[in-house]
């Protein structure tokens, strides 16, 4: 069983930064990788970027591989996707979810956060 809450979500400006955490607990989440999605009102879940969690590699959405960095910290159990350069269109929920693949579909997740609000105005 893992464990994910999210937290630092909010309202932003146009341009502006952000740094999602998603704090992760349970027996042998080592062996997972970690993701982040979002949803916007009417849209699917669209992913993001996971993180490995034992070894750090990554992988990015194409959408968002410029702007958003995922990272993790071992000695806090926290995952990070910060985000530079918001746009209004990145105004969604923003979930992390873990799994043992390392896939981009929300569907092959078995663990989720309860998501996270970002609005990014404009």
């Known amino acids: 069983q893992v464990q994910l809450v999210e937290s630092g979500g909010g309202l932003v400006q146009a341009g502006d930064s952000l740094r999602l955490s998603c704090a992760v607990s349970?027996?042998?989440?080592?062996?997972?990788?970690i993701a982040w999605f979002r949803q916007a009102p009417g849209k699917e879940r669209e992913f993001l970027a996971v993180?490995?969690?034992?070894?750090?590699?990554?992988y990015y959405a194409d959408s968002v591989k410029a702007r958003f960095t995922v990272s993790r910290d071992n000695a806090k159990n926290t995952m990070y996707l910060q985000m530079t350069s918001l746009k209004p269109e990145d105004t969604a929920v923003y979930y992390c979810?873990?799994?043992?693949?390392?896939?981009?579909?929300?569907?092959?997740?078995?663990?989720w956060g309860q998501g996270t609000q970002v609005t990014v105005s404009s």
């Open positions: 979810a873990a799994d043992t693949g390392y896939g981009t579909s929300s569907y092959e997740y078995d663990y």
């Open positions: 993180i490995r969690w034992g070894g750090g590699s990554t």
């Open positions: 349970g027996r042998t989440f080592s062996d997972y990788a």
